[in-house]
C-alpha cells in the first residue's frame, strides 16, 4: 500500500478519500485555493498546500503545480476525485512521467472514452448495444440534419465533449434542428472548446440505469451491480439508488457483462461507470438497453453501491492502483439491502433549480458515520442506516467558485421501503439556514407517490411537477405558534426570567395582549399572544388556544422547541438568524422549513443608524439592472439594484428606509465579490 497519498480535490470527495486513507494508514496531502484555506478536506488531512487562487483555473486545474506538490512532499499516487482533473489525460500522464502513480485509468483508457463520439464507434465494435444515432466525425451542418432525419424525431443533440448535462438540446421537429445545433455547438465551445456534436434517438421517459466495474492490471474485471439514477433534474442526477427496483438477475447479468465488455475494449483498470439508457419496460424481457458513455473516475453516487456491496470503492481504488488483485471475485459480490442517496444542493428548486451561493449560518445534520467499514473491507456487515458525506461545515460558504453541492445524504435499508422511510426521516433532521437549498423539495420527492412506488423515468419530476411544487394554501398555525414560541422564550431568556416559570414567584396582576407580526411567502400574519393569568394564549386564524412553552431535555440543541398548542405537543426546531436586515425565524417541523421573518415596527425604529452606509456584492457578477438613482429616498426592502452571478439574479434591496446617495456601478459593468454598489444614508 502507498504511505502518501495526494488528494488533488476539494469538498465532499477530497474528505471522502482523506477518510479511507486514513482508515488504511495511509498519510494525506490536501492542496487549496484561496477560498478554501480554511475548507474542512484540509483539515482532514496530514499536509496541505496552497495552488491559488479561487477560480479552478488557477488552482484545482493546475496540474503540473499539482504534480510538483506531489513530488516535493513525497507523495506516491494522486487521487483526482471527480471533475477537475479526473478525466484529463494529460494529467494522468504527466503524473507516469513524474513517477506517481495516477488513481485512476491509464490515459489511452481515459482518451478513448473522452469523446462520446469515439466511444461510441468503439462500443459498436466491441458490440454493446447502442442508441440508433449519428456519431461520425463529419460536422458538416447539412449532414446532421440528413442524419437526424434518418434517426427520426425526436432526436437529442450532444456535446461530443460533454459532461454535467451541457449542451443537450432536444429536437422535436426538422425545422428545429438548426437552431438547436447552433445552441448545442456554442455551448459545447464555451463549456468544452470543443464543438462536436452526436446526435442520438431521444428516448421517451426512459431510466438511467448505470454499472459500477472495476478492473485490475492483472486482467481481472468485475461489476458490482447497477445504479439507478433516473430522476433528474435539467440531465443531472437528484437521487441515486442500488440496486434498479425491478431488475431481473438475467437483466442485470447481462447489462453487467455489457459493461465489463465495454471497459474490457478500452483496457480499462480502476473504478469506472458505465451508463445505459433503458427503456421503462427494462424489468420485462421486452425491455432495451444502449450504451450512453463511460465515466472513468469515481461516480458522485458511488457510497449506494458501497452500502449494498459492503465494499469501500475508494480502497478499491488505492489496491488496484498500487498493483494488487481486485479484493473480490464476480461470485463473491452480493447485493445486501438498498441504499438511496440524496444530492443537497445550494440551488433554488422553485426557480428552475438555478444555483445559490452563500454562508451556511446554521447546519443540523442527522445523527450519521462518516464513511467506515472493518479493516477486511471483503465481509459484509451492516452499514449504519444513515451515511452523510459533506466537504463543508456550520460556517463555510458554497461560493460561486465551484459545484453547489452542500452534502450527500444516503441511507440503508433492508428493503426499498425502509430506505425510504429512513431518507425522509434523515431529511426531516436536515436542516439548512443561510442559503436556498433543496432539502424541502428531495423530501416532497422521496414522499411522492410516483417515486415510492419506484415508477421511475427521467421524466419524473416533470410528470409529478404539480404535486411536488404544489404552493401550500395557508401557512399552519402550527408554524406560527412555534415561530412565537422562539420570540417569547428569547425575550424571557434576555430578561433573565420567564414570567411563567414560577421561579421568583412573579405574576402579572391582569392580563395584556400584543401583536406579533411575521411575513412568509404566503402574506403577512399578524398573530395575538395575550398574557394571560395562567400562561400564554395564541389566536390567530380562527385557533385561540393556550401556548405552553415546555423544558427541552438536557442536551438538546439550542433551537429544539416543544410546545403545547390546543391538543397538540409540538417538537421542532426554530432557527432564529437577525441580521441588520430582518430577524428570520426558520421553522423546521416534519420535514418542512418555511420561513417567517418578524416585522417589529417598535424595534426597527431607532435602529436606523446601525446599518451600514454601503452595500456591496455578495459575489462576483454583473450589473443588469438598476432601479434606484441618486438623491431618492426609498423605503425599507425597494430594490436598489439587480446583479446576475451564476445565472441567477440578486436584487440588492434598501436596508432601512433613507436617500440613496450614489450608485457606484452601471448596466453591463463587472463587479468584484464584495465591492460597494451603493452609497446609502437611513432616515434619522
Ligand atoms: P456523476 O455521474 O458522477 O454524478 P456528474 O455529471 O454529476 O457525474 O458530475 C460529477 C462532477 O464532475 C460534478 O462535480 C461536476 O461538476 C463535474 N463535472 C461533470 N462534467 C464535467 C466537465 N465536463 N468538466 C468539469 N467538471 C465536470
Ligand atoms: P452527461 O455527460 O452530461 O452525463 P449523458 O450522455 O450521460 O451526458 O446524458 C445525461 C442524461 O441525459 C441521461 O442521464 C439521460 O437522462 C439523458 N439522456 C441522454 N441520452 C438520452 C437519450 N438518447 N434519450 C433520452 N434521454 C437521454
Ligand atoms: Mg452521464
Known sequence: MFSKILIANRGEIACRVAATARRLGVRTVAVYSDADAHARHVSLCDEAVRLGPAPAR?????????VEIARALGAEAIHPGYGFLSENEEFAEACAKAGIAFIGPPPAAIRAMGSKSEAKALMEQARVPLVPGYHGAAQDPALLQRESDRIGYPVLIKASAGGGGKGMRVVREPGEFAAALASCQREAAASFGDDRVLVEKYLERPRHIEIQVFCDAHGGAVYLFERDCSVQRRHQKVLEEAPAPGMTPERRR?????????????????AGTVEFIATSDINTSAGHFFFMEMNTRLQVEHPVTEMITGHDLVEWQLRVACGEALPATQEQLQIHGHAIEARIYAENPDKGFLPAIGTLTHMA??????????????????????????GVRAGDAISPHYDPMIAKLIVWGATREQALARMRGALAETHIVGLANNVDFLGRLVANHSFAIAHLDTGLIERERAALFAPEDRLPNEFLALACARVLADEAAAVGADPWSGRNGWRLNGSYTRELTFKSERGVHDVRIEYARDGYRFDHGGLCSPLVI??????????????????RLLQADVVRAVDPVGDELHVFLNGRHCVLT????????????????????????KVVAVHAARGVRVAR???????????????????????????????????AEGAALVQFTPAA
Do not use: C
Request: glycine content about 10%; cysteine-free.
Open 365 to 390: 445534520l442527522p445523527a450519521a458515520v462518516e464513511f467506515q467499514r472493518n479493516a477486511d473491507g471483503a465481509a459484509f456487515h451492516d452499514p449504519a442506516p444513515v451515511r452523510i458525506d459533506a
Open 550 to 567: 415546555q423544558p427541552v431535555p438536557a442536551g438538546a440543541a439550542p433551537s429544539r422547541l416543544s410546545l403545547r398548542l390546543a391538543d
Open 254 to 270: 447481462a447489462m453487467g457483462e455489457a459493461a465489463v465488455a465495454a471497459a474490457r475494449a478500452v483496457g480499462y483498470v480502476g
Open 58 to 66: 488557477d488552482s484545482y486545474l493546475r496540474g503540473e503545480r499539482i
Open 598 to 621: 418578524r416585522i417589529d415596527v417598535i424595534a426597527h425604529a431607532g435602529e436606523a443608524d446601525t446599518v451600514e452606509g454601503r452595500l456591496s456584492a455578495p459575489m462576483p457578477g
Open 637 to 671: 426592502g425597494a430594490a436598489l439594484l439587480v446583479m446576475e452571478a451564476m445565472k441567477m439574479e440578486h436584487t440588492i434591496v434598501a436596508p432601512a428606509d433613507g436617500t440613496v446617495d450614489e450608485i457606484l456601478f452601471g448596466v453591463g459593468e463587472q463587479v
